[in-house]
Structures are given as C-alpha cells and as structure tokens.
T-cell receptor, first 115, second 113 residues
C-alpha cells in the first residue's frame, strides 16, 4: 500500500519570498515516482515536477524544486520567488509500477500568496 | 492543441438519469485514467486502461462503466445517478504503465440534483 501525507492544509507566503510545501510518503516498494501538481481556482491539474526514487539529484523546474530526502521519505516542494499566480491548491502524489502507475494523492495544501 | 480533452466541462442532471463523459488524448499515450475529486478536493483513482485493456477498477460501484474504444479514448458512463456522485471527474493519460507524468483533462464538474 502507498500513502501520501500533506500536513499543511493552508499556507501563506509574501510575494517574492520562497515557500516550502511539505509532503511525506509511505511505501515499501523501492521503485516509485513522486509528483507535484498545481490546481488553480479554475480547476485544471497542472504538472509541476517529478522525482524518481533512484534519482541522485533533486529535481528542479524553473522556480520549482523538489527537496527529496529518501531516508525520511519526504518530497517537499520549494517554490522560489513566489508570485500572485502561484496561489492555488498543490497536490503531492506518488506512483508505483506495481500499482499500475496510478497516482495516489495527498490531501493538498492551499497556498495563498499575499502582495 | 489540447493534449487531453474531456467533454462536457459541466454536467447538471437529475437523480436516476444516465450520463456519459467523453475523454480523448492526442499524445499517443498508451494509458488512460479516470480520477474523481470529491467536495473536499481529494483525488482518487477510479479506473485505468492500458491499450484498451482495463488495468485498475478501484472498488467503484458498477453503475460506473468505462469504455475504451481505442487507446486514444476513454469514456465514462454512469447509470442511475445518485446525489453522492456529484464531484469533479478528471480524465488523464500517461505514456505507459511505468511511472511517469500524467496529463490531465480540464475536468467535468458533475452535479446531481
């Protein structure tokens, strides 16, 4: 079984500051993928970043980076230089080949960027 | 070009009706999914298909019947709609059954009254 936990229902950050959204996961499978998705108020699901369990380096995509700490089973998303348009719900998710590559999602973190 | 498109975007219907949601992807992916997002925003897998073959059926009531006429299409038919079926339904696709990025459609907000 796999589980994703996001312990921050809501987060606030000032524009231009960095923010970290927490995500911990639980699986006994050594091979997995970790993902972050953004869901703005318009409702679509936007892929942000991916980290494979065997990747040696932390993934980065523009202002997004994934702080992957395998021993602690955490995959926190760091957003640098926050923008007003970053205000959205953020979901952490995990995928296992053994589970047919389905995504198992956390409960999400609502991020609000203040001007 | 929209990568994963689903129609309709909004669906309001009465209890007991039957409705369908259509999904198409133009990414050449082998694997397609239906996810349900409830009123608390929690997302959960319902079904997945790989090359038209059902891979995951996640304890969904049999009033829900997915159909994949080809690997680019995955439709969701719901019989005898109930109030509790009100949710946002997302179609998604990924390259194959290895773990990789899933691309999502824009979602269908189903409201049963």
């Amino acid at each position: 079984a796999q589980k994703i936990t996001q312990t921050q229902p809501g987060m606030f950050v000032q524009e231009k500051e960095a923010v970290t959204l927490d995500c911990t996961y639980d699986t006994s499978d050594p091979s997995y993928g970790l993902f972050w998705y953004k869901q703005p108020s318009s409702g679509e699901m936007i892929f942000l970043i991916y980290q494979g369990s065997y990747d040696q380096q932390n993934a980065t995509e523009g202002r997004y980076s994934l702080n992957f700490q395998k021993a602690r089973k955490s995959a926190n998303l760091v957003i640098s230089a926050s923008q007003l348009g970053d205000s959205a719900m953020y979901f952490c998710a995990m995928s296992l080949v053994a589970s047919g590559s389905r995504l198992t999602f956390g409960e999400g973190t609502q991020l609000t960027v203040n001007p | 070009d929209t990568a994963v498109s689903q129609t309709p975007k909004y669906l309001v219907t009465q209890m007991g009706n039957d409705k369908s949601i259509k999904c198409e992807q133009n990414l050449g992916h082998d694997t397609m999914y239906w996810y349900k997002q409830d009123s608390k925003k929690f997302l959960k897998i319902m079904f997945s298909y790989n090359n038209k073959e059902l891979i995951i059926n996640e304890t969904v009531p049999n009033r829900f019947s997915p159909k994949s006429p080809d690997k680019a299409h995955l439709n969701l038919h719901i019989n005898s709609l109930e109030l509790g079926d009100s949710a946002v339904y997302f179609c998604a696709s990924s390259q194959d059954l290895t773990f990789g990025e899933a691309f999502f459609g824009q979602g269908t907000r189903l409201t049963v009254v």
